[in-house]
Nanobody
Framework: QVQLVESGGDSVQAGGSLRLTCATS????????MGWFRQAPGKEREGVAL????????YYVGSVKGRFSISQDNAKNTVDLQMNSLKPEDTAMYYC?????????????????WGQGTQVTVSS
């Protein structure tokens, strides 16, 4: 059974940094796409950053490029999201997700496994 557990969410001021961690269990780590998504109140869930666990390729949505970085630790079975230069518009619930597919995609429906989320609040 695949389980994803997020941690690291907090309240910070604009310009600050946070590091989110997704602890995984039961996931065939070497063969899929993992990512971070976020959902702000009243808005649709959107992709933030993806990584293909096979080769470490990474992908980012335009609004976070240069500020966020996704990384995986195969020894710990974790996927982290380092978030720098945070802005109030980054405020959202952040979710870790995993897909057992041989490529990465921003399509939410392809991700069959989701964590419960961790809240990030950025104040101005």
């Amino acid at each position: 059974q695949v389980q994803l557990v997020e941690s690291g969410g907090d309240s910070v001021q604009a310009g600050g940094s946070l590091r989110l961690t997704c602890a995984t269990s039961g996931y065939p780590y070497s063969s899929g796409c993992m990512g971070w998504f976020r959902q702000a109140p009243g808005k649709e869930r959107e992709g933030v950053a993806l990584t293909f666990t096979g080769d470490g390729s990474t992908y980012y949505v335009g609004s976070v490029k240069g500020r966020f970085s996704i990384s995986q630790d195969n020894a710990k079975n974790t996927v982290d999201l380092q978030m720098n230069s945070l802005k109030p518009e980054d405020t959202a619930m952040y979710y870790c997700a995993a897909a057992r597919i041989s490529y990465c995609t921003w399509t939410l429906e392809r991700f069959g496994y989701w964590g419960q989320g961790t809240q990030v609040t950025v104040s101005s």
